[in-house]
């Protein structure tokens, strides 16, 4: 009987410690799933935030300010006006660029139109509320008028047969005397209407349009295509910051070599253990010298940038560029400076800047560009490309940086005026270079003064 019954406590212990392993180890299993899980979580909301990073900086607008005497405040050339991804079949949107007022939209057949905004009707923006028609047409949301985008007329139903109309205009005399009706909107003549159509090239992702102050003008030079970079880079995401200045003064750091000194001589925020020390030159893309100018002390450096000029500079575009060299090397603690980077740097027409930067770790490619919104209002994009290696934290990071090194010129663009009556310092380096790149960009204002002052007249 006491063996049956030690036989039994026996079993029923071994019972309870089978029972007890089974779910201690489904506890286990329990927990173990809930670490995999919230480590997944975590790490999905660490690629939402860092996979393609975002950063903006947008200070309080200064307001109304003395700005001084003024060049034209838009320049003409190639600008980005939209992305790929944003501009979906059908899909139709108002764009304002450097003066220009744009409606720019998608077709039915797939290809990218752009149109002045405004319909000549009773003046409604396209691009607001307008909706496409007929493959290739953009109809006004205000009266249903129709406009081609191939051709910039105006057309009647899916025939596209361009519409004959009479054109009125205000007496200058209303508001100042009395007048008969008829003598209100009188009659100027009658025939088609055709709004200006903008030139478009799409690559790499971006919808690029030739804004000129002559319609008539055709481009010189063309944005850079950079599809080879692209399969050994991965885009990483951009930067904006908001500068309420003259549109040159963004373009113009890359002539201003000795600014870097002052503006960018340390790294990061709230700390000087971290400094830079920079060394800039800038030339014209047509300089015959330009090659031996921009040799690099550092081989493969040199031959980098030596495949770039090459590959990117011709006899056509080449007067329409300049180029930048930058080294920046580290400065730890106060310690020797120490190379960590070379930037060859593309300033293709006004609007558009190529930062091809190579380093002993990484490297990266930042596409500038720039919306001009007003005179005195401009949203500057850096676009990051980056090795495929780096973390995303890492790239994004580095976002940030460049983000901040803008940030501290915006500080001094946001108060300045604009020097039309300059000074320069004829026994240094660095006053002459800016001399040589103020000369070489007032190539792009060709006509702008006309068009400024003309613009407000709305004619068709």
Known sequence: MANLSLCWFIMSLSSALVVSYF????????????????????YSLYYMKFRRFFYAYIPENPGIMFRGKMIPAHPNGWFVISTTEELKPMYVKAVNQSGHNIVLFRGEDGVAYALD??????????????AV????????????????????????????????????????????CKLDPQEILKKTGEGLVNLRKYLLKEQNGYIYAWLH???????????????????RLVYKGV?????????????????????????????????????????????????????????????????????????????????????????????????????????????VGPGLVYLFLISPYYEVLFFQHTTSKGKFEHDVFHELYASWYLPHWVTALILRLEAMQVTNDTYVWNKKVFATN????????????ILTWRRWFGQFYEGCAKREEDRDKLTW
């Open 117 to 130: 905004a405004f319909c000549p009707h009773s003046g409604a923006n396209l691009g607001v509320g307008g």
């Open 133 to 176: 028609k007929h493959m290739s047409c953009v109809q006004c949301p205000f009266h249903g008028w129709l406009f081609d985008g191939k051709t910039g007329n105006l057309v009647a139903g899916n025939t596209l047969t361009p519409r004959k109309v009479e054109f009125y205009t205000y007496n200058e005399k209303v508001g100042t």
């Open 239 to 347: 930067s904006l910051n908001r500068i309420f200045s003259h549109c040159q003064d963004v373009p113009e750091n890359g002539g201003d070599i000795r600014h870097f000194i002052y503006v960018h001589s340390y790294l990061l925020p709230f700390t000087t253990l971290l400094g830079a020390k920079w060394d800039a030159k800038w030339c014209r893309g047509d300089d015959p010298e330009l090659k031996q100018k921009m040799k690099h002390k550092i081989p493969w450096v040199d031959d980098h940038k030596q495949k770039l000029l090459d590959k990117y500079l011709t006899k056509e575009n080449s007067s329409s560029i300049g180029i930048m060299s930058l080294d920046m090397s580290s400065v730890i603690g106060g310690l020797a400076p120490k190379f960590f980077f070379n930037a060859t740097v593309f300033q």
């Open 422 to 433: 300059p000074m320069y310092a004829t026994d240094g380096e660095a006053d002459m270079t």
């Open 213 to 231: 102050a002559d319609p008539k003008t055709k481009p010189n030079y063309e944005p850079l295509d950079f599809t080879e970079t692209e399969k």
């Open 23 to 42: 779910c201690l180890d489904q506890a286990i299993i329990g927990i173990k799933s809930l670490i995999i899980a919230g480590v997944l979580f975590l």
